[in-house]
C-alpha cells in the first residue's frame, strides 16, 4: 500500500490506476469502515482511501481537537485489508488558502443533522467534492449508517454532473446492535451497555409501523420519552419518507417500504447517530 500526502503524488499514481473505487474517511477506522473498504474492492481495479479529519465539518464546540486520531492503527489495518493507495494530505494540502469557496447544499441540510449542527452539511460536502476533484474516482462507498450524508453527497454528485457512481453501504453493528462509529470510543463502560437502546427504539417504532400504526408523531414522542428516562438528551427521532428524506402523509399514504426511521441522541457526553428501515432491505438509495 502506498501513502501519499500530496496532490502532485495522488495524481501521478492514479494516472493509469484504471477504475478507482474510493472511501473517504477521518480515520480512527472500525469494521464498518473496512466493510467499506470491501465493497470498494469489487468495483475497481485500485482502491484508494483517505484519512482527513475536516475542521469545516465541526462546529466552534464540537469535538475536532479530541477527535480520535489512530493513524498508525489505520495504516496497519488498510495494508492488511489489500487497499492500493492511502492519500493522508494534511490540513495545508487540503486548505492551503482560507477555504472561502464552499458548497451550499440543499434544506435537506438544515434538517435533523443540519438542525442539530448548523453548517456541518457544507463542511461535508466541501471536502468532498474537494477529494472526489483528487482522486477523480469512478465508484465511492458512503455507509448509510449517514444516511442523511448519504442522500446528499448522491445529490451533489448528480446536481454536479460528477461521473461517479456512488455505492450504498450497509451499516456495520455490534453483536447487541449498535452501530459501530469512531465516536463509541468516548463511551464508558456503563454508558456502552446503554447505548444499544437507541437502535431498540427506532427498530419498536419500524415495528409499530410495519405493524399498521401510522400516528408518527406519537411513536416519534414515545421513542424520545423512552430514551429520555433513561438518561439520554434527544436531538431527533424522525419517520421519514425514504427516497429524499421528506416527511410522510400524516394518513399513512406512504407505503412502510418506503420509510426510515432516524434518530440521534446524547448519551453522556457522546452523540450517537442511526437509522433503521421499516422494511429491511426495501430500497436501496
Not at 464508558?188 to 400504526?213: M, N
Not at 411513536?219 to 427516497?243: Q, T
Not at 440521534?264 to 450517537?272: P, Q, W
Amino acid at each position: 500500500m502506498e501513502i501519499l500526502t500530496t496532490a502532485s503524488e495522488l495524481h501521478e499514481r492514479l494516472a493509469h490506476g484504471g477504475r478507482i473505487a474510493f472511501v473517504p474517511t477521518m480515520g480512527n477506522l472500525h469494521n464498518g469502515h473496512l466493510q467499506l473498504m470491501r465493497i470498494a474492492r469489487e468495483h475497481g481495479d485500485t482502491v484508494v482511501a483517505s484519512i482527513f479529519v475536516n475542521r469545516l465539518q465541526f462546529g466552534p464546540n464540537e469535538d475536532f481537537d479530541r477527535y480520535p486520531r489512530t493513524f498508525e492503527a489505520d495504516r496497519e489495518a488498510l495494508k492488511r485489508l489489500g487497499v492500493d493507495v492511502l492519500f493522508a494530505p494534511t490540513e495545508q494540502e487540503m486548505y492551503p488558502t482560507p477555504q472561502v469557496y464552499r458548497v451550499v447544499p440543499p434544506p435537506l441540510a438544515e434538517e435533523l443533522e443540519g438542525a442539530s449542527r448548523p453548517g456541518f452539511f457544507h463542511g461535508v460536502c466541501t471536502v468532498v467534492l474537494k477529494l472526489f476533484n483528487l482522486v477523480q474516482p469512478d465508484v465511492a462507498v458512503f455507509g448509510k449508517k449517514d444516511r442523511q450524508q448519504l442522500k446528499i453527497v448522491r445529490g451533489m454528485v448528480q446536481q454536479f454532473n460528477l461521473p461517479i457512481r456512488i455505492v450504498p453501504a450497509e451499516t456495520v453493528r455490534a453483536e447487541d446492535g449498535l452501530a459501530l462509529a469512531s465516536r463509541n470510543s468516548y463511551l464508558s463502560l456503563v454508558e456502552r451497555q446503554e447505548a444499544p437502546r437507541l437502535y431498540r427504539t427506532l427498530s419498536w417504532v419500524a415495528d409499530q409501523i410495519l405493524g399498521g400504526r401510522h400516528d408518527y408523531a406519537n411513536l416519534e414522542a414515545a421513542a424520545r420519552a423512552e430514551l429520555a428516562k433513561n438518561g439520554w438528551k434527544v436531538d431527533y427521532i424522525a419517520i421519514r419518507h425514504g427516497l429524499a428524506l421528506r416527511i410522510p402523509h400524516p394518513e399513512g399514504y406512504d407505503h412502510p417500504n418506503l420509510l426510515i426511521v432516524l434518530g440521534a441522541a446524547m448519551l453522556g457526553t457522546t452523540r450517537l447517530i442511526d437509522n433503521v428501515d421499516v422494511v429491511q432491505g426495501a430500497h436501496d438509495d
